[in-house]
């Protein structure tokens, strides 16, 4: 047996915890067939989903996440990382023991859900999404449980984390709910929709725990090429351009929308990563040190995953570039960078470098927070200051208007330049 599996299971399932969990999943379950006289039926079924919901997903993940903070605050972690455990077996051991006992009370639901239904293949298909959402969800708690490991046990989890989180929920959760009733309509073809939400979350799910992998990998000091985020972007580019054109279309028009997705993706990976993952101002050293040694796959695996987003968005962008200069859209609020991709990329540069300089002179626990103040300056404050004052020309200047590239631009490269003239100055004031 795994030991790490073993070693959670000892902790985690207690016989104080299994007793309060099953009497209070018992409880609800034992009144809500009381209430629909006494027998099996629709009201059963929709609390057995409900417990699964509480009790599988949410208790769930809390106790992955919290089984982890615990061997942080109670230094054990260390001793962890330096036995003979690989980051697999360490993974699974965590993600299978930790919530044991929430999937424990999730085998009761779904026996409960069965009894209250008529077995059919839509049954089979909503058990799978459901076990696939509580299996995503606690590896998204396991990564930011190991995120917090980075940036110390006194920190707390990344509040840009939570709120991606949070939003892909919302959207998740939007999707299930106003799923069409007659099919999906996916490159074209037609799939049933609650096969296709079921594929869909089990996808995800499986991104999640090898997103998971590759943080365990880190923080056991195996070192990882990042191609692994290039499948992640690509994955989600392909998702989203399969909603917009079909097979039928023109290869240039399918070619261009995945690249113009798979751009934004990446940029907005760019953005995340540089919000999650703890900075390290000696990296700079590291990586010039590499290079000049000509020891680029050591370059590949020491970058920054911010970085290297950046660096596959600027690829996408010179394929746009390449592919007749096609404009990205985006929807919404974000209308107004709608525009070629030349100037998305300086934005995401300067930010980019203004973030890693705040990390160099930020204190560890205010970077976020800074972070997210200077981007509400950039990006609304001043500008609407300026506007509400009457001077059209600087709030041009500070915010330019993606859609004239050539104009944009000329007033983002001098900015990008003063942000790594500061930048700089930050991290040698750092490394001083």
Known sequence: MNPEFQRNLWLECTQPRLVSAFAALGALLALVWLVSARSF?????????????????????????????????????????????????????????????????????????????????DAGWTLLMLAAAALGLHAFALIGALLLAQRGHQAGAPMSLRIAGGLAALLLARSIIDRPSSSVRWFGQDYPPLPFTACLIAALAAWLVFGSYRLMCEELKVRTVP???????????????????????????????????????????????????APDPMLPRRLLG???????????????????????????????????????????????????????????????????????????????????????LAYWLLPAIAHLAGAHSLAGLLRPQTG???????????????????????????MA
């Open 41 to 121: 039926g629709p009201s059963t079924a929709i609390a057995a989903l409900a417990c699964f919901a509480i009790f599988t997903l949410a208790w769930g993940a809390h106790l992955t996440a919290e089984s982890h903070i615990q061997e942080l605050r109670s230094r054990t972690w260390d001793q962890q990382r330096m036995s003979a455990l690989g980051p697999w077996p360490m993974l699974w051991g965590k993600l299978l023991g930790a919530p044991a006992a929430a999937w424990a009370c999730g085998g009761v639901c779904v026996l409960v859900y069965l009894l209250s239904i008529e077995v059919t293949a």
């Open 227 to 277: 191609w692994a985020l290039a499948g992640f972007i690509g994955f989600l580019a392909a998702l989203g351009t399969g909603s917009v054109v079909s097979l039928t279309d023109s290869p240039t028009l399918i070619s261009g929308t995945l690249a113009k997705t798979g751009f934004v993706c990446a940029l907005l990976a760019a953005y995340l990563c540089a919000f999650v993952f």
């Open 290 to 376: 590499y290079a000049q040694r000509a020891q680029w796959r050591r370059v590949a695996e020491e970058s920054p995953l911010w970085l290297v987003s950046l660096v596959y968005a600027l690829g996408l962008g010179l394929l746009l570039g390449l592919d007749g200069g096609q404009s990205i859209a985006l929807p919404g609020h974000w209308s107004r960078f709608n525009g070629d991709a030349g100037p998305l990329l300086l934005f995401a540069a300067r930010d980019l470098l203004v973030f890693f300089g705040i990390a160099c002179r930020a204190p560890r626990r205010g970077v976020e927070g800074s972070q997210l103040i200077y981007l509400a």
């Open 404 to 430: 004239e590239s050539l104009t944009a631009c000329a007033v983002l490269l001098p900015q990008v330049i003063v942000a790594g003239l500061w930048t700089r100055r930050a991290w040698a004031g750092r």
